[in-house]
């Protein structure tokens, strides 16, 4: 197997799914490391992803997994049962998580250092997904020894309170830093969303990105001293936003290896896109990468980063 130039490092997940009017679509395969990684092939298919898997993870999850052209290596099985959430969404668009299991099986089917197949080891890009924080905190300072991988951390926003000094620790030894507002926030009381970008990168990494859900992200280039404004992409209905900023990350961090970040960002919205278009990681799935990969293409050939203030660039498209 040729070796991946891009990990994805997560957990894999089964979400039962409530909207805000009721419905529900229970056993959504989902999980962080399946959103990033499917997101990333259309940019780079070698990417592969490292999720420790339960004891009872349904045939047609292993299935969907390998017909999408996805390697089992990565996935080794604890003696655990599967993740299960249940994530109830509000009229705001605010998420309720509930996790079925036991919060030590949450962070034994957490990736470590060891569980990372000796094939996949070199890899020129690694996206460490929100997790266990005690599994970041193991493959943050692996990943930094391999000094020629570019190093991703995406936080998770349960883990924060308490947790200050040790999220900064490991903020400072990554290249890219990749929260959500609600993460801005918990972390450091900011609500300017500039302003936070410029505090993150003093602590270290180049490049920011801050998810703002619908209102799109905000990218800090700290080499241009830049920060640019990108909105969501337009695609299908929004059904459900599980796993859109997962999705982003992996199409970005499979980006960025060609293209500036700004523009990588582009890739990100496009992937996640699909994602939102159905329940679960089943559009990404089921959507051919070339597909993905075309929408991308098309709205960074209608569109341009305007200054609107200096070092501050507003994505400008022209009709469709």
């Known amino acids: 197997m040729e070796r991946p130039a891009l990990l994805c490092l997560g957990n894999l997940t089964i979400d039962d799914v409530v909207l805000p009017d009721g419905s529900a679509r229970p056993g959504c395969i989902g999980g962080d490391a399946l959103y990033a990684v499917l997101a990333a092939r259309p940019w780079e298919p070698t990417a592969q992803m490292v999720a420790p898997v339960g004891y009872n993870l349904p045939a047609s999850v292993s299935d969907g997994i390998t017909r999408a052209g996805l390697a089992t290596d990565g996935l080794p099985q604890r003696d655990r049962p599967t993740l299960h959430n249940k994530v109830v969404y509000d009229a705001r668009g605010g998420r309720d998580w509930t996790l079925y299991n036991e919060e030590s099986d949450f962070s034994d089917l957490s990736p470590r250092p060891d569980d990372i197949p000796a094939g996949y080891r070199g890899a020129n890009w690694a996206l460490v997904s929100a ?45 890219i830093f990749l929260p959500s507002e609600e993460e801005v926030t918990r972390l450091t009381a900011l609500t300017d969303w500039s302003v936070a970008a410029r505090y993150f990168a003093r602590l270290g990494p180049k490049t920011v990105v801050i998810k703002r859900g619908a209102a799109g992200v905000l990218v800090y280039d700290a080499t241009q001293d830049a920060e640019f404004h990108v909105p969501p992409c337009d695609g299908a209905a929004v059904v459900d936003t599980t796993g859109a900023g997962d999705s982003f990350c992996g199409a970005f961090m499979a980006a960025i290896a060609a293209h500036p970040p700004e523009i990588a960002a582009l890739a990100g919205a496009a992937a996640a896109s699909f994602t939102v278009a159905g329940y679960g990681a089943a559009p990404l799935l089921e959507t051919p990468a070339d597909d993905i990969s075309a929408r991308f293409e098309a709205w960074r050939a209608r569109s341009s980063f305007r200054e609107d203030a200096p070092g501050r660039f507003v994505l400008t498209e022209a009709p469709a």
């Open 131 to 175: 997790m266990a924080l005690e599994a970041q905190e193991a493959l943050v300072p692996f990943f930094a020894m391999e000094t020629s991988t570019t190093t991703a951390l995406d936080p998770q926003e349960d883990y924060i309170a308490g947790n200050e000094a040790r999220l900064e620790a490991l903020i400072r030894a990554v290249d």
